[in-house]
């Protein structure tokens, strides 16, 4: 059972135009969506994140959406650079068990090309 | 935000033998989480640890496959036990930060399973 699905393996975009990519969601429980970028050999960074009670969040060039209603969210990263190349996953967060715990999607593969 | 090291980084074990990782942290830290991310999958989580009690496995995951360490609050170790081909992946620690439930995560263990 996929509680967190992110349904685009891959994405590719011209340098300097906008990125946008999704996360759906089935668990109307989870409290705070994270987005984690990867590069290859390195594990995952943190890059932003956003509460259930909340439908925006932005830093810098990234702005996350929350769709409550929808059970999805978005990233949109503007302008896109070369460097934000890398596999991309979204993350909700439940508090289980006296932690909290993140559930992955199985990530979207972000190329920009100049 | 803490910094995190992992060793081995990468390694290539026999089937039927056991590899010990290790997870190293600058910062005194309550909670430390083991993952895994199989081929062109996302991430998944193992086991939670928390100091000073015995790990928390999620469902699928056992202690006798997975045994976990958590001597103190900057060190944590994740054994893979009687290896096979299907353990072939790359295994990431992180750690639980105060703010917006954000989980920062070691660099990774590639390991390799023949």
């Known amino acids: 059972d996929q509680q967190v699905k992110q349904n685009s393996p891959s994405l590719s975009v011209q340098e300097g135009r906008i990125s946008i990519l999704n996360c759906d969601y089935t668990?109307?429980?989870?409290?705070?969506f994270l987005w984690y970028k990867k590069y290859p050999a390195e594990g995952p960074t943190f890059l932003i994140s956003i509460s259930s009670i909340k439908d925006k969040n932005e830093d810098g060039r990234f702005t996350v959406f929350l769709n409550k209603s929808a059970k999805h969210l978005s990233l949109h990263i503007v302008p896109s650079q070369p460097g934000d190349s890398a596999v991309y996953f979204c993350?909700?967060?439940?508090?289980?068990?006296?932690?909290?715990?993140?559930?992955f999607g199985a990530g979207t593969r972000l190329a920009v090309h100049p | 935000s803490a910094v995190i090291s992992q060793k081995p980084s990468r390694d290539i074990c026999q089937r039927g033998t056991s590899l010990t990782i290790q997870c190293q942290v600058d910062s005194q830290v309550t909670m430390m989480f083991w993952y895994r991310q199989q081929p062109g999958q996302s991430l998944t989580l193992i086991a939670t640890?928390?100091?000073?009690?015995?790990?928390?496995?999620e469902s699928g995951f056992v202690i006798d496959k997975f045994p976990i360490s958590r001597p103190n609050l900057t060190f944590s170790t994740l054994t893979v036990s009687n290896m096979s081909p299907e353990d072939s992946s790359i295994y990431l620690c992180?750690?639980?930060?105060?703010?917006?439930?954000?989980?920062?995560f070691g660099p990774g263990t590639r390991l390799t399973v023949l």
């Open positions: 992180s750690v639980e930060w105060a703010a917006d439930n954000e989980q920062f």
């Open positions: 993350a909700a967060s439940t508090f289980s068990g006296g932690y909290n715990k993140l559930i």
């Open positions: 640890a928390n100091q000073g009690s015995e790990a928390t496995y």
């Open positions: 668990n109307s429980m989870f409290d705070y």
